[in-house]
């Protein structure tokens, strides 16, 4: 855990908020280049888009490609306040991402270390290192906060 990543963690946070004040469930991610700047943001779309892959991590790589100009992030870093479910986990190594970092365990769907561990799964070509459980208090706390008040 660098200070880049605690600096991008705390604008996902912010992403996550923005996606809840939009009745979109609190998710943020964004991508940070090799210097751990950040070049991408993402949060959950899924309701105004009425896309199924909507979800924030799906939104940040596509903005990261574009930035970059391939589809290969390569030596990247995805920092997102939920472990990423089995459609991003397979995002995410579809870029080529080399690090993932994420907020809140999510037991009921996570692909990156609790349910399943796709991100270092030794039968698929390609891994990336996850750093989980960063900030998970703030990010559990928002997404608690919004299914309370959807209640
Ligand atoms: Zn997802």
Known sequence: MTAADRRAMTRALELASEAAMASEIPVGAVVLD???????EGRNTREETHDPTGHAEVEALRRAAAAVGSWNLEQHTLVVTLEPCIMCAGAVLQARISRVVFGAWDDKAGAAGS??????DRRLPYRAEVVGGVEAEAA???LRSFFEQRR
């Open 34 to 40: 090799p210097e751990g700047r950040i070049i991408a």
């Open 115 to 120: 349910m399943y561990d796709v991100l270092r």
């Open 140 to 142: 559990t706390a928002l």
